[in-house]
């Protein structure tokens, strides 16, 4: 490799949101055993990079700065690092960075081979970067903690399911891998993206700014058998209604409340349950993605693509709240 340095985007401390974000000229890492170096040309942002950086974590894994964020990426190997023998040079791949490793915005990045996967050529690098952590979380949220499975072979009654905040990232695919495990899905999302959820396989679409919407109430009467909560912190009160009797609610980000609240339910014998949810990546799964995504059963909804040179307006986007699927950093 001719390059000794390389184009990056950091931050020094914790947060400053995006104007903290810094341009620097730094060396190209090396990969150790079990590791690839790859030459990035796409990185998906989530709202759990932002959310880092305003110190999420600090308590338990605090980072060392200066700090190279992005975690989800999709590129190219140019060199195998010792012990790495499923990966050659030129290979196009995707892989998940790990949040406290992080590394995505800038020209190089080292990846662990064990979370890294082939790219198909029908699948783009925007595509493959934007569907690992929101679809690995949407997926596993789906199969394991409600426990669909995606030929839908062992169900003789569709389930009712609830996926709240649609629109989003983990949201647009979580819709479309319900609806591939046979899933009668109703869907929340703001006005302006009813057709969109619509059109990716809802069987009901929800204005969450109406009294309906807001109280998470299906226009057909139905009560749900299962709730994916992908939106902002919501009382327990407001799923329990329009849960079965035994329900389950599946919390992306649950707060103490709910923790509380559930171990009251318990206390009371409640068969109602709730399901505090975190992701553990897999490349299995990972790979169950990509070929999905190649043979079109699920596709990456770009909300925005920018260059690296404006990934500060890319951090803005995100911490903005307001995306409609994925936001892309591009690496020209």
Known sequence: MAAKTMQAVRYEAYGGGSAALKHAEIPIPMPK??????????????????????????????????????????????????????????????????????????????????????RPPEVSAAE???????????????????GLKLDASTYNVPLNILITAASGGVGLYAVQLAKLAKAHVTATCGSRNLGLVKSLGADEVLDYTTPEGAALKSPSGRKYDVVLHCGPTTPWHTFEQVLTETGTLIELTPGVAHYVSAWFKKLMRSKKEFVPFLM?????????????????????????????????????????????????????
């Open 280 to 332: 553990v990546p897999t490349r299995e799964e990972l790979e169950l993605l990509m070929g999905l995504l190649k043979e079109g059963k699920v596709k990456t909804v770009v909300d925005s693509t920018y260059p690296r040179a404006m990934a500060h307006e890319a951090w803005a986007r995100s911490m903005g709240g307001h995306a409609t699927g994925k936001i892309i950093v591009i690496h020209n």
């Open 33 to 118: 055993h079990g590791e690839v170096l790859l030459k990035l040309e796409a990185t998906s942002l989530n709202p759990v990079d932002w959310r880092l950086q305003h110190g999420l974590l600090r308590p338990l894994l605090p980072f060392k700065f200066p700090f190279i964020p992005g975690e989800d990426i999709a590129g190219e190997v140019i060199e195998v690092g010792p012990g790495v023998q499923n990966f050659k040079l030129g290979d196009k791949v995707v892989s998940m960075l790990g949040i406290l490793h992080g590394g995505g915005l800038a020209e190089y990045a080292v990846a662990k081979a064990n979370l890294t996967v082939e």
């Open 128 to 146: 493959g970067a934007g569907v690992v952590i929101a679809g690995l979380t949407a997926l596993q949220a789906l199969t394991k903690a409600c």
